[in-house]
């Protein structure tokens, strides 16, 4: 495998961790703590919004997140030939 | 039955299951005892990881901590779930393919440094004692409340379990036994929490449930709300702490998390680099159904305790409030002496004292459950302490025979030395230890500070740049570690443990920009990274068969065949 197309692999691959951070960080450090008073204000079920995201919503998302990297690296894998 | 009786039984039966399980699974190699020979299913690791993730801290004192501190609580429920993000996007993967025993491996290989090697050790060493003291004291309690022995015979049989399936076993015998606690484990947290959330909301799910209406139909939350107001507490949905500081906390419990040397080993057990990825993902399902169930049974359990003692007649107190004081570990005090029991925030007005351990533990006699549950709780909360404590006598055995010895010592030592060599390095790490357990050092309780905050400010930038800055040297990555670890040991002995300066100045008013010793690994690990990067610019760049090993583990294929070498 050459340099050049190495080199594509891991930009990609580099571009995929930075979108799933991006969405790591606004479900966690974002709706948990920073907004957290402001989506207070709503209310989903008995949950305020805040509240929620900050003991169970964060969690459902980064179980989302690493399923979603699972799927997107298998397919570069594959797209790249460096699968096993 | 009496509890006691089955207690024992319960109990028994589970201790009968693990050495079953580590006769069956012997080590036969360093491999095997290391790594457990690199074929472990990533189903399989992924149930073990999360054994040996969640302690007897997670099982026992977690809920409770969340149901007196309501919103503030969040940082241990993201802190330690969100880290497993950056563990499978930034470190699994490479770290499999690189295909080595220990995180020292890796740093003293891509950092083509013995120093870097040994202050891999020193912090592997240091984070690991700090956390399984706690472990053998946790052993220990669980035992003393639910089979009424002194807490000093329930370390010593906790040692002598473990000792015997991780010496005979290694990773392997570890891996398996732990499958088997996850079960018991998880079973044990769940079905008295669908019990009690039956019992509450009529919802079966506790994730569900502790968002929905009561009987008279005004939702939990605003009840336990209400409740908190009435008595004069902070409102139970929002916090006290600022954001801050939150926010702090928050990132070092992840980065602690991504950077603690037993949980990274893991990563090391499976097949190929699809599998680790895969793995991280299994191992977070298994973590979040008991952390998203927390904080229910936190919500359950303060409601239920204030329904119960507040002002309620004292001489009218169900049989578990007299049994846990007996223990100490909840006192009533009759300040006004009127026979009822004030629960209120005033400490000047309020009349009792709850320790938080008690909220996970007594729960199941709070809500009237059978005793084949609470029986199932002493078991499940051992499974947690046992299977974390194994993890870690691990990588404190294969940092001394593996990292030390071989590595730096005696290269020369045989496959069989070194087998022998980590059977012996594990059993003084049980003795130690339980001495610990037994004579716990005082910074035992600052066991989330330490742990968390020197793993984010050493191992988690030093692996991270070693994967994703081909730039960065052995100069910029010892003087990152050094710096990082070295000032968050200083903030914590500072204003944690106050070993340096006065005690006046060492309060929440002298923080450096109100962060609290539990969140300063966040700072420690940026000052790493500048450290690191700004030192790597003045120094020599990393030699070329370095650079070669960076390509290398940054593409997939080929850690199979890294395997079989």
């Known amino acids: 495998m050459d340099a050049a197309t190495k080199k594509a692999y891991w930009r990609e691959n580099i571009k995929y961790l930075i979108f799933l951070l991006i969405i790591w960080f606004i479900v966690s450090f974002g709706c948990g703590i920073l907004l957290v008073d402001f989506l207070n204000q709503f209310q989903i079920g008995g949950f305020k919004l805040g509240f929620w995201f900050a003991q169970q919503g964060a969690i459902y998302c980064f179980l989302v997140l690493v399923l979603a990297y699972i799927i997107l690296m298998n397919r570069l894998d594959k797209k790249y030939n460096v699968n096993e | ?29 360093t491999k095997d005892f290391y790594v457990a020979g690199g074929g472990v299913s990533p189903l399989a690791n992924g149930m073990a990881t999360a054994a040996d993730w969640m302690s007897a801290a997670s099982f026992i004192s977690m809920a409770g901590i969340i149901s007196f501190s309501g919103y503030d609580g969040s940082v241990y429920l993201m802190g330690w779930t969100g880290g497993y993000v950056l563990l499978a996007l930034l470190l699994a993967p490479y770290l499999r393919k690189f295909g080595k025993f220990t995180v020292p491996d890796f740093i003293g290989d891509r950092y083509y440094s013995r120093t870097a090697r040994l202050v891999a050790i020193i912090c592997a ?34 040692m ?21 606690q996850y ?54 949905t929002s916090g006290s702490k600022s954001t801050l500081d939150v926010f702090m906390i928050t990132a070092a419990l992840m980065l602690g998390t991504a950077g603690l040397p037993h949980v990274i080993v893991r990563f090391f057990t499976v097949p190929r680099v699809k599998d680790a990825r895969k793995s991280a993902l299994y191992s977070l399902i298994f973590i979040a159904i008991l952390y998203t169930t927390a904080p229910a049974i936190a919500v359950f359990a303060r409601t239920n305790l204030i329904e119960t003692v ?89 940092s001394v025979s593996h990292d030390l ?66 730039r960065m040297n052995k100069e910029g990555a010892i003087a990152g570690m050094v710096f990082g670890l070295g000032i968050t040991l200083y903030y914590i002995a500072r ?54 090993i960076v390509d290398n583990i940054r593409i997939p294929r080929g850690a199979g065949q890294a395997q079989s070498h």
């Open chain 2, 310 to 398: 507040s002002n309620q007649q004292y001489d009218k107190m169900p049989a578990w409030f007299s049994k846990w004081e007996t223990t100490g570990l909840l006192d009533f005090d009759d300040k006004n002496n009127d026979g009822t029991i004030q629960y209120v925030a005033d400490p000047n007005k309020n009349e009792l004292t709850i320790d938080r351990d008690i909220m996970v533990l007594a729960n199941p006699e709070i809500a009237n459950l059978p005793n084949w549950v609470i029986a199932l709780v002493a078991a499940g909360g051992m499974a947690a302490a046992l299977s974390t404590a194994a993890g870690l006598l691990l990588v404190i055995s294969a």
């Open chain 2, 405 to 470: 010895l071989k590595k730096l010592v005696m290269p020369n030592i045989t496959e069989k030395q070194e087998l022998w060599a980590a059977r012996g390095a594990s059993v003084v790490a049980v003795l130690v230890a339980g001495y610990f357990g037994i004579h716990p050092p005082g910074f035992v309780a600052s066991v989330v500070a330490l742990a968390f905050g020197l793993a984010a400010s050493s191992f988690f930038p030093a692996i991270v740049m070693g994967i994703f800055s081909k």
């Open chain 2, 160 to 180: 002598a379990i473990v000792l015997f399936y991780s010496v005979l076993g290694g990773m392997k015998g570890i891996t398996y036994t732990q499958v088997a």
């Open chain 2, 495 to 548: 204003f944690k443990l106050n070993w340096i300066g006065n005690i006046e100045n060492s309060g929440p008013d002298n923080w450096w920009f109100g962060i609290s010793p539990e969140g300063f690994g966040t700072l420690g690990m940026l000052f790493n990274f500048i450290v690191a990067i700004v030192v790597s610019r003045f120094t020599k760049k990393p030699p070329v068969e370095i650079v070669e």
């Open chain 2, 183 to 236: 079960c018991i484990m998880i079973f044990a947290f769940m079905v008295p929490a669908i019990f009690i959330s039956i019992q509450m909301t009529g919802n079966p799910l506790p994730q569900l449930g502790f968002g929905d209406r009561v009987a008279d139909g005004t939702y939990l939350l605003d009840k336990l709300d209400g409740l908190h107001r009435e008595l004069g507490f902070a409102e139970y």
């Open chain 2, 1 to 29: 039955m009496s509890l006691q009786l089955l207690t024992y039984i319960v109990v028994g039966l589970s201790f009968a299951l693990y050495i079953g399980i580590a006769i069956w699974s012997r080590a036969g190699s």
């Open chain 2, 125 to 158: 060493l240091f984070v690991s004692f700090t956390y399984i003291a706690g472990q053998m004291r946790g052993v220990g309690v669980v035992f003393s409340r639910f089979l009424e022995v002194e807490v000093n015979t329930g370390v010593y049989v906790g």
